[in-house]
């Protein structure tokens, strides 16, 4: 069969300060007609610098496509050139294009129909009014209310989800054959993507389009795909049908990427198994296996041998794989669920005393609200309020990890700031060891400031580019007097390194000497330096790759057990904060609607809110993802500034009634340590 | 709870190192490596130290008396006796400009510190500070700006009264909106970085953390206004001494030299030409050292180069 798009041997490569880079290293793979593809892994493998160099947008110089041939509908695309009149035409007319960040990849000053016009006229030969209508009859297709008078307005009245949508009915505007998304949804909050990721899964299906998804999310994967290409360091490692992959993985590193990603569905002790090290530097890439240096199978053979080409599994099988051992998965399933029911017994009894037993109180929340002012015109006169933070209360017990969980905008990362007091004025009481945090006075704060840390979200900007090691780790130290003598502050920065897992002789680099993983674990011991009693996460893990991100994880459960450390842990990822969160909080809009502990909230969630969070939230395992059910919430969280009246969930929920716009729900507690938010409860 | 975690955990996950880091090389000499990369810096470094010598012992370099007058020799073209000839006083030009380096390269450098060492303390206050300090400062700053930079200066160098000094002093005021405004700017955003917030939260004092984080990572365009800023200057003090104010003639100073020399433009380019090329020189050479100075000083290269 003849396939819609194959490539061969590709072999893209950027000079960089004299050295060659060599981002794709011969990749070949194929895409049929109305099938969709998945291409996974980390930052840096190749697969997203792959798609680019099919359709020739490789930045040249200093990239450059050095070898193979890309078979686009029986013609070799590389024999014309990527500024040619052929090229343009397949770019955005027979291969459409979805990009990540929906924010920067529409024109801020044209209106979104004049937008999908221009590309419809340059294709499709219509006239200006024709072309406007096929723009509205698309707005349409991908789900844009009142698509007639929408059709005249500029991206920034768009929401994010609405605009990726805007970006799909563009690249649908001239009925290209094969659409690739990039990322397209991981800027996106869980629900608008199970929203976009649903409207690409049906659009695709009804104009028999192919569909290649360059991601790093193996939920989504399992949940959409076809197929799936596995890449790492520039060459496809595994490829194969979607369930043969994560049912029967071969490559070492798919197997790794696999374990390492904290799942919805797993137990919460099967613990995250990082992958060790990092993506080699692909500009002195040796002719052997580059996985090697992570791999726990590597044996002899692998050294003294050139990297391992892809081969069947089985004489005539879709499923290849690039390695010289034949690993076995059910060995590690033997090991994933060697628990017995004797284990079983006792997590049970553990988590039951877990449940009863009584601890301190740290830190307590109660009626926090903060409002930002919005002012008007010239005089500044104030006409309302953002309630960034409305009536929220919770307590955390000492060496306990909440979890607070949300979309964007809905005011977790606010609380957080207001727990720092990095406000100047708080409304409602936050008491910290008996201390009353929210009127504490400047002079007091020291104390505030010794007692309570935080980890970023941004390796690359929470760090003094500037600045050492040592000095970034010894800040605090030196704030607050911790430490006598030169020789103790040396003595106790090498302790705090070797404690996160660096080689305290790294104190005299500067961060950019440091990968995103280890940068992390400096920010770790930074926020560790104090000795502080409770750490503030904010989104800590979110910017990092699976498997370091579960790096980060385990070495976070590990501190927290070793120092009796109690973590308010920020995300938006519901498996990460399941795996580490002992009670969890989910907000929406300024609230919390649920709060209990991890168990019951996963296992028995009560709100609307949390249920359809939860099930947005892509499991990756194909066969798992088959037997769901899916409920897809309508809309998206709307702005602060036009709060719905009653029930901030109201005008999204399944179960609203004309009760839920009059009367704004109060938690009430439901069982042991589980309150919600919702008069249908 | 503590011992239920430490039972899921295991140890060899995090014993082992994180992941190897390049090896490291002494700051000073990987300073020094990228400073002097490219072959253009090590000259205009080599062509900087040797004015800086010309001028301090420019008695001893200087074939003639600057100030000798000798009216028969006046307005001479080049030759072997007088490299650049004559001006109007029959005064060597090469030995006028030999003595004018000291004074055009301290205006230059001396106003450039004032006006950078003003200007970035008020930028650092009004950026990190905000709110009402902010748009006291910068208000004001615009209101020197609304004036011409050598009027301002005329002004504020006749109040001072006259001489060498109060040519750099106000100079060096006239020129501080311009780096006030560059810093808040980059004030106005490096402040907002985690790391600043990180700063605060580790219990950094405001003081120390603008001087600490803010701005050392606020310098870069700074060192490229300063490197601009120097010609500027030096041609400024020309013309305040064309209206009288700083040095009065016989002094030599580059600036006046071009002054001087305009009259004779056609049949004498030279004593014009001669010290402008002088000035170039001296700026093209800040510039390009500027420049790798700032890339040198820049950690995000660090590892790497």
């Known amino acids: ?681 | 709870m503590e011992t239920g975690t430490a039972k899921v955990i295991d140890k060899k996950v995090y014993t082992s190192p994180a992941a190897a880091v390049p090896p490291k090389r002494s700051s000073v000499k990987r300073f020094l490596k990228v400073f002097l990369a490219r072959k253009v810096v090590v000259f205009s470094l080599f062509v900087l130290l040797s004015l800086v010598f010309v001028a301090i012992f420019a008695p001893l370099v200087a074939p003639y008396d600057p100030y000798y007058q000798d009216l028969t020799k006046s307005l001479q073209k080049p030759s072997m006796e007088h490299l650049l000839g004559t001006d109007m006083l029959g005064r060597d030009v090469l030995s006028r400009i030999i003595y004018g380096s000291r004074v055009s390269i301290a205006v230059g450098i001396v106003s450039v510190i004032i006006a950078g060492g003003i200007g970035m303390i008020l930028g650092l206050i009004a950026g990190y500070f905000g709110g009402f300090i902010d748009s006291i400062i910068m208000r004001f700053m615009d209101a020197m700006m609304a004036i011409p930079m050598i009027i301002l200066a005329l002004f504020i160098g006749s109040a001072l009264g006259g001489g060498l000094d109060s040519v750099m002093i106000s100079l060096g005021i006239a020129l501080v909106p311009s780096y006030a405004r560059l810093t808040r700017g980059q004030v106005l955003s490096v402040k907002e970085s985690d790391y600043v917030l990180a700063g605060t939260i580790s219990g950094t004092s405001n003081f120390k953390n603008m001087f600490v984080h803010v701005l050392p990572n606020s310098l870069s365009p700074i060192i490229v206004l300063v490197t601009m800023n120097l010609g500027i200057a030096i041609l400024a003090e020309a013309a305040l001494s064309f209206l009288g104010m700083g040095i009065n003639p016989p002094g030599a100073a580059w600036g006046a030299m071009v002054n001087e020399g305009y009259k004779y433009l056609m049949s004498q380019p030279v004593l014009s030409i001669a010290p402008g090329i002088a000035i170039i020189i001296v700026v093209l050479s800040f510039n390009i050292v500027g420049d790798a100075l700032r890339d040198a000083l820049d950690p995000r290269l660090r590892g790497r180069i």
């Not at chain 1, 007609?33 to 930052?43: I, R, Y």
């Not at chain 1, 070799?76 to 929906?102: A, T």
């Not at chain 1, 090697?292 to 879709?318: A, F, I, M």
């Open chain 1, 1 to 681: 069969m003849e396939h819609l798009l194959e490539v061969k041997n590709l072999k893209t490569q950027f000079g960089i300060d004299g050295t060659t880079v060599k981002a794709v290293d011969g990749v070949s793979y194929y895409v049929d007609e109305g099938e969709v593809v998945a291409f996974v892994g980390e930052s840096g493998s190749g697969k997203s610098v792959t798609q680019y160099s099919g359709l020739q947008l490789i930045p040249s110089p200093p990239g450059k496509i050095a070898g193979g041939e890309i078979i686009y509908e029986g013609e070799n695309l590389l024999d014309f050139g990527p500024r040619s009149e052929k090229m343009r035409e397949i770019r955005g007319g027979k291969i459409g294009v979805i990009f990540q960040e929906p924010m920067t990849s529409l024109n801020p000053v044209m209106t979104v129909g004049n937008q999908i016009s221009e590309a419809i006229m340059q294709h499709l030969n219509l006239k200006k009014r024709e072309a406007k209508n096929r723009a509205i009859e698309l707005l349409k297709t991908v789900g844009i209310p009142d698509a007639e008078h929408r059709v005249d307005y500029y991206p920034h009245q768009f929401s994010g989800g609405m605009r990726q949508r805007i970006m799909i009915a563009m690249t649908l505007s001239c009925d290209p054959k094969l659409l690739i998304a990039d990322e397209a949804t991981t800027a996106l909050d869980v629900t608008t993507q199970a929203q976009i990721l649903e409207l690409m899964k049906d659009v695709v299906k009804r104009t028999h389009t192919s569909l290649v998804m360059v991601t790093h999310n193996l939920g989504i994967v399992a949940r959409y795909a076809d197929r799936v290409y596995v890449m790492y360091a520039g060459e496809i490692v595994e490829s194969g049908p979607t369930k043969e992959i994560f049912n029967n993985p071969k490559h070492p590193y798919t197997l790794g990427l696999l374990k390492a990603v904290p799942r919805l569905d797993s137990s919460k002790d099967s613990k995250l198994v990082p992958i060790d090290g990092m993506m080699p530097d692909l500009s002195n890439k040796q002719d052997q296996c580059a996985f090697q240096p992570r791999c726990n199978h590597y044996t002899d053979h692998c050294l003294s041998s050139p990297s391992p080409q892809l081969k069947p599994v089985d004489e005539g099988q879709k499923h290849l794989y690039a390695c010289y051992e034949n690993i076995n998965k059910n060995l590690f399933e033997e090991k994933l669920k060697k628990k017995s029911s004797i284990q079983e017994q006792e997590e049970e009894s553990l988590y039951k005393t877990e449940l009863t037993e009584e601890k301190d109180t740290i830190l307590e929340v109660k009626n926090l609200k903060i409002y930002f002012p919005v002012k008007k015109g010239l005089m500044k006169r104030k006409i309302g309020d953002v309630k960034a933070v409305d009536d929220v209360s919770f307590k955390i017990k000492k060496g306990e990890t909440l979890g607070l969980v949300g979309e964007s905008g809905c005011g977790k990362t606010t609380v957080a700031r207001s727990i720092l007091r990095l406000y100047e004025t708080i409304d409602g009481e936050i008491s910290f060891k008996g201390q009353d945090i929210a009127n504490m006075s400047k002079k007091d704060l020291r104390f505030l400031r010794k007692n309570m840390s935080m980890i970023f979200q941004d390796p690359y900007s929470s760090l003094d580019p500037r600045k050492t090691v040592e000095s970034i780790v010894g800040e605090p130290l030196k704030n607050h007097k911790l430490v006598k003598t030169q020789k103790e502050y040396q003595k106790r920065i090498s302790e705090l390194l070797s404690l996160v897992g660096l080689d305290p002789t790294v104190k005299d680099r500067v961060p950019h000497e440091f990968s995103g993983g280890q940068r992390q674990r400096i920010g770790i011991a930074r926020a560790l330096a104090s000795d502080p009693s409770i750490i503030v996460c904010d989104e800590a893990i979110s910017a990092l790759d699976v498997s370091i991100q579960a790096q980060i994880i385990n070495l976070m459960k590990e501190l927290q057990a070793k120092l009796g450390l109690t973590f308010l842990f920020i995300a938006h990822d519901l498996a990460a904060v399941r795996h580490i969160s002992d009670r969890i909080a989910v907000m929406y809009l300024g609230k919390i609607v649920e709060i209990g502990d991890w168990r019951t909230l996963y296992e028995n969630p009560q709100h609307p809110y949390t249920k359809a969070l939860l099930n947005a939230v892509p499991i990756p395992d194909p066969l798992v993802e088959e037997e769901r059910d899916r409920i897809i919430i309508e809309g998206e969280v709307p702005s602060l500034l036009s709060r719905p009246k009653g029930c901030p969930f109201s005008n999204r929920c399944p179960l609203a009634s004309a009760e839920c716009l009059d009367v704004e729900p109060a938690l009430k507690s439901i069982e042991t340590n589980h309150e919600v938010a919702c008069i249908k409860v």
